[in-house]
């Protein structure tokens, strides 16, 4: 049974930083590509950021390109989200996901 355990959101102000980090396991962590999605309140999903099985590519939406960093650690099936910059927009429910799967999400809220 595969479960996704994101962590680390919180409450930062704009221009502030957060790492939100996801925590895989009932799989092959490192065979997975894995993504990050955002819900903003009122709003519909929004595909972030996503990296491949071996964390040599990864990937971003246009909206966080430069301000957000993907990695993961293969050795401890962990994916962590480093956010930079971080503005009120980014505002949202954070959740991992293999193509099937997905956490419970991390509340992240930017505001002063």
């Known amino acids: 049974q595969v479960q996704l355990v994101e962590s680390g959101g919180g409450l930062v102000q704009p221009g502030g930083s957060l790492r939100v980090s996801c925590a895989a396991s009932?799989?092959?962590?490192?065979?997975?590509?894995m993504s990050w999605v955002r819900q903003a309140p009122g709003k519909g999903l929004e595909w972030v950021s996503a990296?491949?099985?071996?964390?040599?590519?990864?990937y971003y939406a246009d909206s966080v390109k430069g301000r957000f960093t993907i990695s993961r650690d293969n050795a401890k099936n962990t994916l962590y989200l480093q956010m930079n910059s971080l503005k009120p927009e980014d505002t949202a429910l954070y959740y991992c996901?293999?193509?099937?799967?997905w956490g419970q999400g991390t509340q992240v809220t930017v505001s002063s």
């Open positions: 990296i491949d099985p071996s964390g040599g590519n990864t």
């Open positions: 996901k293999t193509q099937r799967d």
């Open positions: 009932g799989l092959t962590f490192s065979s997975y590509y």
